[in-house]
Each structure stands twice: as C-alpha cells, then as structure tokens.
C-alpha cells in the first residue's frame, strides 16, 4: 500500500464529515488535506485507543520525533510520507503538527476545564490549528480569513463536545467547563454516571442549550469574518461547518440525548449538505 493509499483509507474509514468536503477539491489540494487529516487522526487515535496514559505519552513523543525527522526530509509514517510532498505549496509548518501533538497531550494531562479561557485554549490546538492549516490547503489570500478558520474550528469543537458528553464520561473525561457546570446545578458525577434520573434533567438541558447557543454564536461570528475575496476558494470549510451545525440542530431537536447515544447524520445527509454548500457557495 502506497502512503497515498494509506491516507485515503484513513480518512475514508474515520467516516467524519471532513471526508466528504474533500470530494469537492481539486486533486493536489484533496491529496494534501487528506495526508494531514490522516495525521490528525494518527496522534487522535494514540489518546483515544490507548489504555495507558504513559503508554500514549510515549507515542505522541514519538509523533513529536517522526514529525521533525519528516520535516528534516526522512520520514518513516505513511501519514508524513504522504504530507511532505505538500508542505512547502501549502505552509503546513512543524509549528502546526507540534501544536495539534500538544492538543492531545492535554487530554493525557487534565480531564476538567476550570472555564471557557481554559477550554477555549485546548480547542484552539485541536481544531483551531487544523482549521488554519486547512483554510491554506483549501486556498487563503486574506489574512482574517486565518481568524474565520480558528473561529469556525472552535465552533466545530464545541460542537464535537456536544455530541460527545456521553463517549467522553466513559473515558472519565469531562470537557464542559466546571465554572458552568456549578452555574447550572450539574455535579460531575451526574454526568460521569449517564443514566436516569441523575443524567437527565432540567438543569442538564439548560447546561447544554448554553452550551449549544455559544456553539450558534461562534458559527455566526466565524462566518461573518470570511472575506469575499476568499469565500468561494473555503467553500471545503463551508461545507464542514454546515455538516456539523446540521449536527448541532439534530441534537437540539433531539433534546441533547447525549449522555447514553451519539446523534450523528447519515452519510446521505452529509453529502446532500456537501453539495448543497457546493452548488449555493454557502
């Protein structure tokens, strides 16, 4: 299997809602965002599949040291074998893989945000980093078009953290704010139990429509940052950013069931939004 190969199967069997903003892109540039999601979710993968935290902290030093060498020009992962090629037409910089590794330290390291700021920080090296090295692969020639894409991908963040309040509790992980959880009345151990009657409740759902209505404003304000100039050339993180808040409307509607279930949409859905996004340029 060729690295190109690899990627491409990578990225397909994740079954995320990036894959299908991919479609729409010219070849080089398809090819580029697949290698670096391809690595998104190597280094995703070591703090989701591995048990042992000091385990998975040896891996994500060895991502540390496979990304340098890569850049150094000896690559040995078929996830860098594949994304090198790409780094100098798109800016993709050590400084970014290092940042998103970062991102999954943190994971390794804490398991409660104190506040927002702190939460917001983390997001920032998950999604906001990918967002910028992605709005470069897509095509950027305004600088705040960099802002819209660390805006959009914190908005997509916290829309992950929505949809994954159950997922999450069973890995012990609690990423809504512990400053908001105590506004709301919600106790951690509410959360970390997801079963009736401690799970569900009043104050759980108003927790999360706080939650789910700052997610709406960050999209509002991401999107009114894109500049026109680069508006058709993002139409990838377009469509992204309509998956997942089509993501977010179905799990309002579906009342934020999220604690025993992952609401997601199906893949005919996914990609008739793609499309739609593609077609309309919004």
Same mark, same amino acid.
Do not use: C
């Given at each position: 299997?060729? @690295? !190109?190969?690899?990627?491409?199967q990578k990225a397909a069997a994740s079954g995320s809602s990036f894959y299908y903003a991919f479609l729409f892109l010219p070849p080089p540039r398809r090819a580029a965002i697949t290698a670096f999601y391809a690595f998104c979710r190597e280094v995703d993968d070591v703090v989701d599949e591995t048990q042992d935290a000091g385990v998975a902290a040896t891996k994500l030093a060895w991502w540390r040291t496979e990304a340098a060498a890569a850049f150094a020009?000896? @690559?040995? /992962? +078929?996830?860098?074998?594949?994304?090198?090629? /790409?780094?100098?037409?798109? $800016?993709?910089?050590? !400084? /970014?893989l290092n940042a998103v590794i970062e991102g999954c330290e943190m994971d390794l390291q804490q398991t409660r945000y104190l506040d927002f700021p702190g939460l917001a920080r983390y997001c920032h090296l998950v999604a906001g980093i990918v967002g910028e090295v992605a709005s470069g692969i897509?095509?950027? #020639?305004? +600088?705040? #078009?960099? $802002?819209?894409? /660390?805006?959009?991908?914190?908005?997509?963040?916290? #829309?992950?953290?929505?949809?994954?309040v159950g997922d999450d509790a069973r890995r012990g992980r609690i990423y809504l704010p512990v400053n908001e959880l105590q506004q709301f009345g919600v106790k951690a151990h509410e959360i970390l139990l997801r079963?009736?009657?401690?799970?569900?409740s009043e104050r759980f759902t108003a927790l999360m429509q706080f939650q789910a209505?700052?997610?709406?404003?960050?999209?509002? !304000?991401?999107?009114a940052l894109l500049p026109d100039a680069d508006r058709a050339a993002q139409k990838p993180?377009?469509?992204?950013?309509?998956?997942?808040?089509?993501?977010?409307v179905e799990i309002e509607r579906e009342n934020f069931q999220v604690l025993?279930?992952?609401?997601s949409l199906t893949p005919v859905r996914k990609l008739w939004i793609a499309m739609k996004t593609n077609w309309r340029g919004r």
């Open positions: 299997m060729s @690295p !190109e190969q690899y990627v491409q020009g000896q @690559p040995s /992962h +078929p996830a860098m074998k594949a994304l090198m090629p /790409h780094v100098q037409a798109y $800016d993709i910089r050590l !400084e /970014h897509f095509g950027r #020639t305004q +600088p705040q #078009t960099v $802002d819209y894409a /660390h805006k959009l991908g914190l908005a997509m963040q916290l #829309t992950n953290i929505i949809r994954d079963s009736s009657p401690w799970g569900y209505r700052r997610a709406h404003q960050l999209y509002d !304000e991401a999107l993180g377009l469509m992204m950013a309509n998956i997942y808040r089509a993501l977010l025993q279930q992952r609401i």
